[in-house]
Protein backbone atom coordinates (compact mmCIF):
# COMPACT_ATOMS: atom_id res chain seq x y z
CA UNK A 1 0.00 0.00 0.00
CA UNK A 2 1.22 3.76 -0.86
CA UNK A 3 1.85 6.02 1.65
CA UNK A 4 -0.62 8.71 1.10
CA UNK A 5 0.57 12.76 1.55
CA UNK A 6 -1.98 15.18 2.73
CA UNK A 7 -1.42 18.56 0.42
CA UNK A 8 -1.72 21.97 1.63
CA UNK A 9 -2.31 25.40 -0.41
CA UNK A 10 1.41 26.54 0.42
CA UNK A 11 2.98 23.46 -1.10
CA UNK A 12 0.43 23.53 -4.34
CA UNK A 13 1.23 26.93 -4.64
CA UNK A 14 4.75 26.19 -4.58
CA UNK A 15 4.53 23.41 -6.78
CA UNK A 16 2.82 25.71 -9.58
CA UNK A 17 5.63 28.43 -8.52
CA UNK A 18 8.44 26.03 -9.16
CA UNK A 19 6.68 24.33 -12.28
CA UNK A 20 6.95 20.85 -10.89
CA UNK A 21 5.92 17.60 -11.73
CA UNK A 22 3.42 16.35 -9.38
CA UNK A 23 2.41 13.37 -11.14
CA UNK A 24 6.26 12.59 -11.69
CA UNK A 25 6.33 12.63 -8.15
CA UNK A 26 3.31 9.97 -7.72
CA UNK A 27 4.89 7.27 -9.58
CA UNK A 28 8.45 7.65 -8.36
CA UNK A 29 7.71 7.80 -4.61
CA UNK A 30 4.50 5.62 -4.97
CA UNK A 31 2.37 7.74 -3.03
CA UNK A 32 -0.95 8.85 -2.72
CA UNK A 33 -2.05 12.47 -2.88
CA UNK A 34 -5.41 13.68 -0.72
CA UNK A 35 -6.14 16.91 0.66
CA UNK A 36 -9.16 18.59 2.48
CA UNK A 37 -12.39 20.62 1.59
CA UNK A 38 -11.34 23.27 3.50
CA UNK A 39 -7.93 23.72 1.72
CA UNK A 40 -9.67 23.41 -1.80
CA UNK A 41 -11.47 26.77 -0.73
CA UNK A 42 -9.17 28.20 0.52
CA UNK A 43 -7.33 27.92 -2.99
CA UNK A 44 -10.46 28.49 -4.98
CA UNK A 45 -10.76 32.15 -2.58
CA UNK A 46 -7.19 33.01 -3.28
CA UNK A 47 -7.59 32.25 -7.07
CA UNK A 48 -10.17 35.22 -7.08
CA UNK A 49 -7.57 37.61 -6.32
CA UNK A 50 -5.92 39.61 -9.50
CA UNK A 51 -2.29 38.91 -7.64
CA UNK A 52 0.27 36.14 -9.58
CA UNK A 53 -0.52 34.30 -5.91
CA UNK A 54 -4.20 34.32 -7.12
CA UNK A 55 -3.28 32.89 -10.58
CA UNK A 56 -0.85 30.19 -9.19
CA UNK A 57 -3.92 29.27 -6.99
CA UNK A 58 -5.76 28.72 -10.06
CA UNK A 59 -3.82 26.80 -11.52
CA UNK A 60 -2.80 24.27 -8.46
CA UNK A 61 -6.96 24.10 -8.30
CA UNK A 62 -6.43 22.92 -11.60
CA UNK A 63 -4.11 20.62 -10.82
CA UNK A 64 -6.16 18.53 -7.78
CA UNK A 65 -8.88 17.88 -10.41
CA UNK A 66 -6.51 17.26 -13.30
CA UNK A 67 -4.72 14.50 -11.43
CA UNK A 68 -7.79 13.62 -9.53
CA UNK A 69 -6.92 14.55 -5.99
CA UNK A 70 -8.90 12.71 -3.43
CA UNK A 71 -10.39 15.78 -1.52
CA UNK A 72 -12.07 15.05 2.21
CA UNK A 73 -14.34 16.81 4.57
CA UNK A 74 -12.45 17.59 8.00
CA UNK A 75 -14.75 18.90 11.25
CA UNK A 76 -11.27 21.72 11.25
CA UNK A 77 -10.17 24.50 8.51
CA UNK A 78 -6.69 25.33 6.75
CA UNK A 79 -3.65 24.06 8.80
CA UNK A 80 -5.89 22.47 11.54
CA UNK A 81 -7.69 20.18 8.41
CA UNK A 82 -4.37 19.13 7.45
CA UNK A 83 -3.22 17.65 10.27
CA UNK A 84 -6.77 15.98 11.36
CA UNK A 85 -6.56 14.52 8.04
CA UNK A 86 -2.88 13.53 8.19
CA UNK A 87 -3.81 11.61 11.66
CA UNK A 88 -6.83 10.06 10.68
CA UNK A 89 -5.54 8.82 7.19
CA UNK A 90 -2.06 7.81 9.11
CA UNK A 91 -0.52 10.43 6.50
CA UNK A 92 2.44 12.23 6.36
CA UNK A 93 1.89 16.41 5.13
CA UNK A 94 3.27 18.44 1.73
CA UNK A 95 3.43 22.28 2.63
CA UNK A 96 5.64 25.41 2.79
CA UNK A 97 4.29 26.54 5.80
CA UNK A 98 7.07 26.47 8.98
CA UNK A 99 4.50 26.84 11.58
CA UNK A 100 2.44 23.84 9.91
CA UNK A 101 5.71 21.72 9.59
CA UNK A 102 6.60 22.30 13.36
CA UNK A 103 2.99 21.22 14.13
CA UNK A 104 3.19 18.03 12.32
CA UNK A 105 6.64 17.10 13.50
CA UNK A 106 5.34 17.51 17.18
CA UNK A 107 2.51 15.21 16.28
CA UNK A 108 5.35 12.72 14.76
CA UNK A 109 3.79 13.27 11.34
CA UNK A 110 5.93 13.15 8.43
CA UNK A 111 6.66 16.31 6.67
CA UNK A 112 7.54 16.71 2.63
CA UNK A 113 9.02 20.11 1.28
CA UNK A 114 9.71 20.88 -1.95
CA UNK A 115 13.37 21.47 -2.17
CA UNK A 116 15.62 24.36 -3.73
CA UNK A 117 16.45 21.76 -6.72
CA UNK A 118 13.09 20.41 -7.36
CA UNK A 119 13.07 17.35 -5.10
CA UNK A 120 10.41 16.50 -2.44
CA UNK A 121 11.22 15.05 0.32
Known amino acids: MSMKIVLDSSFLIQVVERKKDLKEFILEEQVELITTKSILDELESISKESTKRGVKAAVAVILLKQLQIKVFETETEHDDSVLELAEKEKAGIATADDLLA????????????????????
Open 102 to 121: SRAKKLNIKVCRLKENGKIN
